[in-house]
């Protein structure tokens, strides 16, 4: 592989894991509503990276599009109140590999998450002077392939790749016309790829040595 200019990173999968966290999100907001709905890591954790509606759409079946999204407002709220103190799991070797990756690469971030769900990762993981530039699908309700462009066009990126952990990520970065890394470790599985890696410190030291 040619050596990028730029390393954009999708969030849960890829640098950490949060699951529980966002479900307890969901499961307390429905108990707040008294809605006999629960969410469990399982069924979660097979709709990470999803667009925010197919998750509502999954998880709310019976409800109406103006339900689930008042209803997913609602745990976006509550995942931004209790994401500082609950936190999630950082991936072995992330911390250290982004500080050492950071320089030689200009790094991003780039989730389907809701508005400011990012930034609290970053402010949590303690990886602010790191990252370059963020985007979350809650800023626009576009798809990761246009977020992507808005990424390279923002930065005059030439050569970025994109990783992440499921097959919707490869699918993006191939509409955006970029390569696909991608994480074994993470919630999804993918033979389209440019790379994979199954840990980070792998992933490091391969684009340490470009």
Known sequence: MQK??????????????????????WNLVFKELGIDITVSRELLAQLVGLEGRKVTGT?????????RLEIYNLVNEKRREILPQQ???LYDGVKK???????????????????GIIRLFIDWAGIDEHIQDEIAHGINFMPKHHNIKLLIEKHSLKNPVYI????????????????????SYGFGNTDDYDLKF?????????????
């Open 4 to 25: 990028p200019d730029g390393l954009i990173f999708d969030m849960d999968g890829t640098l950490w894991d949060a699951i529980d966290t966002y479900a307890g999100s």
């Open 97 to 115: 590999g982004l500080e050492q990756l950071a320089g030689k690469y200009t790094l991003f971030i780039l989730s389907n998450c809701a508005k």
């Open 87 to 89: 936190g999630g799991v």
């Open 164 to 183: 992440g952990d499921t097959a919707g990520d490869g699918a993006e970065s191939r509409q955006a016309g970029i390569p696909f890394v991608f994480v």
């Open 59 to 67: 998880i709310m079946p019976d409800f109406d599009d103006e339900k």
């Open 198 to 210: 199954d840990d980070f410190k792998s992933l490091t030291d391969y684009f340490m040595g470009l």
